[in-house]
């Protein structure tokens, strides 16, 4: 099995990059935001040809449930930044692009088996909202969260990566790490404190899932 995983930025890259070395595993980097994302996963499906594309990097938590190094592992993906309007019928949903499904979802054996993991990080199954924002204020997650209460993460890739896939049909999944608590954090400090002291560890939970999934 051909695994590829998408991160954001450089210190996640040289992270990840750290704990791969099978031939049958990629690790690129796409680059900050929506746009950026979804080039760079075409261009892994178009020269790599994955069997499954895994989102991995950090995000801001929601909700009381939600620490900081904890992981939210994608049972739905969504836009909180798109709006189209409401169609003819009034179908189309906020955050959703149309034509395309109002959230998109992994595969289900791939989330089954994220959820089996035990790696010793707490894993919690969750939506996981993208938009082009780091959220650095409660106001701008106060927001995020009245459009999608049940956001467990907010990102700025995983569902421009998601929508991707779905189009070209390669299984995807998302692990987040959360890094940042932006309804308990005011300044972003939390943020530059994980990076500073704490992210050192944060990726065995998407270690432990390649391993899982190439052992089939």
């Known amino acids: 099995m051909k695994v590829g995983i998408i991160v954001a930025m450089d210190k996640e890259l040289r992270q990840l990059k750290q704990l791969f070395d099978g031939i049958d595993v990629m690790v690129q980097k796409c680059g900050i935001g929506k746009v950026n994302a979804a080039l760079g996963t075409q261009r892994m499906i178009n020269e790599f040809h994955p069997d499954v594309i895994i989102s991995s990097g950090c995000a801001g938590g929601n909700g009381e449930e939600i620490n900081v ?3 939210v592992v994608s049972s739905e993906l969504a836009y ?3 709006y ?3 169609a003819i019928d009034n179908s189309t949903k906020y955050g959703q692009v149309q034509g395309m499904p109002a959230s998109f979802e992994p595969e289900p054996w791939l989330l089954q ?3 089996n993991l035990n790696c010793g990080v707490k894993v919690h199954a969750g939506l996981i ?3 082009d924002w780091f959220v650095d204020s409660r106001e701008k997650m ?3 969260v009245g459009h999608f209460p049940n956001a467990k993460a907010v990102d700025m890739e995983s569902c421009a990566i998601a929508q991707t896939c779905y189009i070209n049909k390669v299984p995807f999944i998302s692990f987040r790490v959360i890094s940042d608590i932006p309804l308990r954090d005011t300044d ?3 943020y530059h404190d994980f990076w500073n002291t704490m992210a050192e560890h944060s990726f065995a939970v ?4 390649v391993e899982s999934i190439m052992a089939e």
């Not at 998407?206 to 899932?209: G, I, L, R, V």
Request: charged share 25%.
């Open 69 to 71: 190094q904890d992981v």
């Open 142 to 144: 106060r927001e995020i």
């Open 206 to 209: 998407t270690k432990s899932f």
């Open 113 to 115: 088996k994220a959820l």
């Open 129 to 131: 909202v993208t938009g």
């Open 80 to 82: 909180h930044d798109v």
């Open 84 to 86: 189209c309007g409401s």
């Open 188 to 190: 972003a400090s939390q």
